[in-house]
């Protein structure tokens, strides 16, 4: 959005200092607000966490100045942009996010009254998949306002980076490689996946398995399982030259990720570029987002439904269509970018 040419101010807040800095980039009309404010109790006092960034908004920038306000999550951020509505008259988009859904909407009911009021205010309400909004939709805060604010819903998926869609392979897979691409914690469900592919070792002796990435809480037991089947598991390490992880897709057939919770997951949309066959998490992410038969989706806390996804895509390759229909372009943040500019546009127009 800065290369087309819009002017922009990124307020970004937190509580942990290393972060301040975090994402910056030489811009031609894009402001970057950093600002420590968070504190741990705010954590658990939504109203006054909310008070508190207000004020260090207001404190930070020059709120009459503005147009518009994109809030890139629901409960933290759009609690802001209601405020400035409020207090400023600007229109506002929210993004709805995992955190929104699976955390403020799950375990946090005295949020709900402020999300209420934001999706009511909101001129657009943007979802990363199809599947978030189905489930946003079917909670109960949200129910009874459905009919007030589903006239403002907009289906927009993240992009990836271009290298991908530069780099799209599109003749099949062959062989029983698998591939995981992500971090080693409880919410990948990494351990999981190995646990399954070990027991179906035993009906494809010639199946392998690789690791790329690391940190979190699982590393410790990922390592472990990798030490004890080295001569078919294999860690890559944390990989981030991208002709280097092109080879390691390569060398696979199948991609599998089953994360307990996914807002969009751009992994998936990689190795879809490059026609690995996909196993993915019902109900999340990339479910949904495509019509054509790229890969079973599962849920993921059953190590019988992983390994049920895992078998079909083993033994039946000939029944996914790959990528052969999919048009990548959508995934272009350049491409991505207009579609913002036009919803922005769109507010000032009304």
Not at 133 to 148: D, P, T
Not at 190 to 202: G, N, S
Not at 209 to 229: C, S
Not at 323 to 348: C, G, M, P, T
Request: with cysteine; net charge positive.
């Amino acid at each position: 959005m800065d290369g087309l040419g819009l002017e922009q101010t990124i307020f970004t807040y937190f509580r942990d200092a290393n972060l301040n800095g975090r994402n910056s980039f030489e811009s031609i009309g894009t402001e970057f607000v950093y600002s420590n404010v968070l504190h741990l109790y705010h954590r658990a006092l939504y109203h006054l966490k909310i008070r508190d960034v207000y004020r260090e908004l207001q404190g930070w920038v020059n709120l009459p100045l503005f147009d518009c306000v994109h809030a890139v999550t629901l409960f933290s951020d759009g609690a802001l942009a209601y405020r400035v509505k409020k207090d400023y008259g600007k229109p506002y988009v929210v993004s709805v996010r995992n955190t929104d859904v699976n955390t403020f909407l799950g375990y946090a009911p005295h949020t709900w009254q402020m999300g209420r009021k934001v999706l009511l205010n909101a001129s657009k309400i943007i979802f990363i998949s199809h599947a978030l909004k189905e489930k946003f939709c079917s909670h109960v805060a949200v129910k009874g306002i459905l009919s007030q604010i589903e006239n403002k819903f907009v289906v927009q998926p993240n992009g990836i980076d271009d290298y991908w869609i530069d780099h799209v392979w599109r003749k099949k897979k062959s062989g029983n490689n698998i591939l995981y691409v992500g971090k080693f914690d409880s919410n990948k469900n990494v351990v999981r996946l190995i646990k399954v592919v070990c027991a179906l070792k035993k009906e494809y002796p010639d199946l392998q398995l690789n690791l790329v990435g690391g940190k979190g809480g699982q590393e410790k037991d990922v390592q472990k399982w990798v030490q004890k089947y080295s001569s078919w598991i294999h860690y890559h390490g944390e990989v981030y030259d991208k002709d280097v992880l092109r080879e390691i897709y390569s060398n696979n057939a199948i991609f599998a990720m089953p994360s307990i919770f996914e807002t969009f997951g751009l992994v998936y949309i990689e190795a879809l570029t490059q026609n690995l066959r996909l196993l993915y998490t019902k109900g999340q992410g990339i479910d949904g987002l495509f019509k054509e038969k790229i890969g079973e989706s599962v849920n993921p806390l059953s190590v019988k439904d992983i390994k049920c996804g895992l078998a079909k895509l083993l033994a039946f390759p000939q029944i996914y269509v790959g990528n052969q229909s999919i048009d990548f372009e959508s995934f272009r943040w350049r491409v991505i970018a207009k579609v913002y500019k036009e919803i922005y546009l769109h507010l000032l127009d009304n």
